[in-house]
């Protein structure tokens, strides 16, 4: 390696890191957004009734009569916030689970919680 030039340990030559971790996330985002719509679709089924969800690069919007959820992100951080004032931030790992203080779940796990409770 010449002198300095500096790489992180297992990076490919011209690979850029951060670049490669906000196409990851960004593609978790998407996941995220797509168990939402299936989960939210799911827990209406019985009633037909269907919650709304709106995703763009950075925001989700999930809206079922009164109720509402809003998630922000910028790049693994995401601060939720919901109809009633109620707000929090969590983490995305590269693994797609979600940190939030001690406590990790998975993302699938985490918007089925979040659609049963927008859904009752």
């Known amino acids: 390696m010449t002198t300095g030039a ?11 890191p951060a ?8 593609e978790l985002w998407v996941s995220l957004a797509s168990l939402l719509r299936s989960y939210t679709a799911v827990h209406g089924l019985h009633d037909n009734r269907l919650a709304t969800v709106e995703a763009v690069e950075e925001k989700i919007t999930v ?12 790049v693994a951080i995401v601060t939720w916030t919901r109809e009633n004032g109620s707000s929090g ?19 699938d796990l985490a918007a089925e919680a979040w659609a049963r409770e927008l859904m009752r």
Do not use: Q, Y
Request: hydrophobic letters at 30%; a negative charge; glycine letters at 8%.
């Open 6 to 16: 500096s790489r992180t340990a297992g990076t490919a030559p011209g690979r850029n």
């Open 19 to 26: 670049a490669t971790d906000s196409r990851v996330f960004a």
């Open 63 to 74: 809206r079922h009569e009164e109720k509402w959820l809003r998630l922000e992100r910028e």
């Open 89 to 107: 931030s969590m983490e995305i790992s590269e693994a797609g689970r979600l940190r939030s203080g001690t406590s990790e779940e998975e993302m």
